[in-house]
């Protein structure tokens, strides 16, 4: 595979639990709202924090956890040929990377609204 080439490492602690534990977590439920309100305020920097966090709570983050939903349906009965990495760092908080490896071939996936950049 291709991962040392992006420095990813498994992560050994997240099991089929884990997973579905990270998903409802209500620390990272909070942080993703945050994500979410900067997604938006990088799109529109008129937008004011109240604003955004108003569209957040208004729909945004309903929307997003349904497809967040969508994602774990896709993922959880394929478990047996799911592997998760993140960066070298070993970054928590940070974004995953799932790989899905089948007989049709090998996929990665990432839910893009954790995905973070620092910009320069």
């Known amino acids: ?3 040392s080439q992006f420095k990813l ?7 089929k639990k884990g997973f579905k534990e990270w998903l409802t977590d209500e620390d990272n ?3 993703w709202k ?5 997604a938006l305020q990088e799109k529109d920097f008129k ?6 966090a108003a569209k957040v709570e208004g729909g945004v983050m ?5 497809e967040l939903t969508n994602f774990a349906k896709f993922l959880l009965p394929q478990w047996k ?6 960066d070298a760092k070993e970054d928590i908080e940070g974004a995953k990377i799932f790989y899905v490896g089948d007989d049709s071939g090998d ?7 954790l995905y973070r950049t620092d910009k320069f």
């Open 47 to 52: 937008l004011s924090d109240e604003d955004a």
């Open 62 to 66: 309903k929307e997003w956890k349904k």
């Open 81 to 86: 040929n799911v592997m998760i990495f993140h």
């Open 1 to 3: 595979m291709y991962l």
């Open 107 to 113: 996929h990665f996936y990432y839910i893009k609204d």
């Open 9 to 15: 490492v498994e992560c050994t602690y997240m099991n």
């Open 34 to 38: 945050k994500y979410l309100t900067d």
């Open 29 to 31: 439920l909070k942080r």
